[in-house]
């Protein structure tokens, strides 16, 4: 089905069932070595690594592939939990996911389903965040702020000729909020730049405007 039609939800759901089920039977048969048997060759019960592996080729086979981006996000806490990542491993962990995003966000900056996942990867390191959704749980403020200040540069580069891209503004937009709520001033964005990016919002966005309106209430601009 996937094959036909990799983007299609219904078989994306319906392939997490098989999954959770073959996962299930693994558990039951885990432990039941028979003698003789070498131990090596028992059942896994779990297909984690397999099904990231699977979405990462999806995605690289289309990027607009929201269902497989949405399916790599629930995997990765659980991914990080099997693997017994340490915490350098999972900074790597984001560093990756982070630079696999960026790569794909320069190659289409107009399809939406690679920002909500470059949305979710930062607010993994938000300070509301809970704590089972953390890729990172060490974070410091100042790492938090470099990360922040690292993103909002590289999403600003891409205005360089896609200044009509409504996407980059209101990522720009969440990106700052997640920067103000840190505390980190504005080394990496200004009061002007954000009144800047809203007007435009408006101006791309129309039939939005109610929303972009209550956002500048939000952010005092």
């Known amino acids: 089905m996937l094959s036909y039609d990799s983007r299609n939800f219904h078989a994306w759901q319906y392939r997490r069932e098989v999954v959770g089920s073959l996962e299930a039977l693994g558990q039951k048969l885990v432990g039941k070595t028979e003698v003789g048997e070498d131990p090596s060759e028992k059942v896994q019960a779990s297909m984690v690594e397999q099904e990231f592996e699977y979405t990462t080729k999806m995605i690289k086979t289309n990027l607009s592939n929201f269902s497989a981006w949405h399916n790599r996000s629930n995997l990765i ?24 995003i960026m790569q794909a966000l320069y190659t289409d ?45 590289m999403v600003k580069d891409m205005l360089d000729g896609t200044d009509d891209c409504k996407w980059i503004y209101q990522g720009l937009l ?48």
């Open 77 to 100: 806490p659980r991914l990080l939990t099997e693997r017994n990542a340490t915490n350098q491993q999972r900074r790597e962990l984001l560093d990756q996911e982070l630079e696999f």
């Open 109 to 153: 900056p107009y399809d939406q389903s690679l920002w909500f996942y470059h949305q979710y990867l930062m607010a993994t390191i938000s300070l509301t965040c809970p704590e089972k959704a953390k890729i990172v749980t060490d974070l410091t403020s100042k790492d938090r702020e470099e990360y922040l200040e690292t993103q909002i540069e």
């Open 174 to 221: 969440t990106l700052a909020k997640q920067y103000l709520e840190v505390e980190a001033g504005n080394k990496a964005v200004t009061t002007m730049e954000m009144t800047e990016w809203l007007d435009k919002l408006e101006e791309l966005d129309p039939l939005r405007k109610g929303r972009w309106n209550d956002l500048r209430k939000k952010l005092e601009l």
